[in-house]
């Protein structure tokens, strides 16, 4: 079983004013976090998706660049763009960008759930679920296909059609705190103090 690992880096960054992905927490680009874990857990091959604009501020020679068709289609479009151009990989580890708290550890207790009998293994907090944090077969592919040809583009409405198992996961797990806005680097400054392994 191959499992590659997908950073999703083609967003707009509205919200934050440039492309967040290429700010610094710690001495790292937001987005390395992501493909750290990566690293860590061996998957491969290592791909971003991100877009024409932004591809060439990517520093990695071991990773695989892939740019988007139409770029700001949203994270089901780009999901299904790296499924359909990799053939060397049966499950795809998705992480946005934007998620600097991400550990190998709980990269590693999420692979621990992979199971050919599901479409998808999602984290769950309470009622919260975590789709830019998963893992998906690449079976779905014609379902993505289908669901971009039918205009629907939220990551719901794949789920909806996936058997997934969902990985209960603590309401206060830091690793799916993300960066969206400037006001959210006083939050992260004083949460990396505490980061660390995995704890369910």
């Given amino acids: 079983m191959k499992?590659?690992?997908?950073?999703?880096?083609?967003?707009?960054?509205?919200?934050?004013?440039?492309?967040?992905?290429?700010?610094?927490l710690d001495s790292?680009?937001?987005?390395?976090?992501?493909?750290?874990a990566f690293k860590k857990n061996a998957l491969k091959p290592l791909i971003i998706s991100t877009n024409a604009s932004l591809s060439p501020q990517f520093i990695e020679k071991d990773v695989r660049i892939f740019i988007e068709e139409l770029p700001h289609q949203g994270?089901?479009?780009?999901?299904?763009?790296?499924l359909s151009k990799t053939t060397d990989a049966d499950w795809f580890f998705v992480l946005a960008s934007d998620m600097p708290y991400i550990t190998e550890s709980?990269?590693?207790?999420?692979?621990?759930?992979?199971?050919?009998?599901?479409?998808?293994?999602?984290?769950?907090?309470?009622?919260k679920i975590q789709p830019l944090a998963a893992l998906y077969h690449r079976s779905i592919l014609h379902k993505t296909e289908k669901l971009l040809q039918q205009h629907k583009r939220s990551m719901k409405s794949l789920l909806d059609q996936l058997s997934v198992y969902y990985v209960p996961v603590s309401d206060?797990?830091?690793?799916?705190?993300?960066?969206n806005t400037l006001s959210d680097w006083p939050q992260s400054t004083n949460t990396l103090e505490n980061k660390g392994d995995y704890h369910d």
């Avoid at 790292?28 to 750290?36: A, D, G, I, T, V």
């Avoid at 479009?77 to 790296?82: E, G, K």
């Avoid at 709980?106 to 009622?127: E, G, N, R």
């Fill in 28 to 36: 790292q680009f937001l987005y390395q976090y992501s493909l750290q």
């Fill in 75 to 82: 994270p089901l479009f780009a999901i299904h763009h790296v």
């Fill in 3 to 24: 499992i590659a690992g997908i950073v999703l880096a083609g967003g707009q960054s509205s919200r934050y004013g440039k492309p967040k992905m290429f700010e610094k």
């Fill in 106 to 127: 709980f990269v590693k207790m999420m692979l621990s759930f992979v199971d050919d009998t599901y479409d998808a293994i999602v984290p769950k907090q309470s009622d």
């Fill in 172 to 179: 206060d797990e830091q690793a799916f705190i993300n960066i």
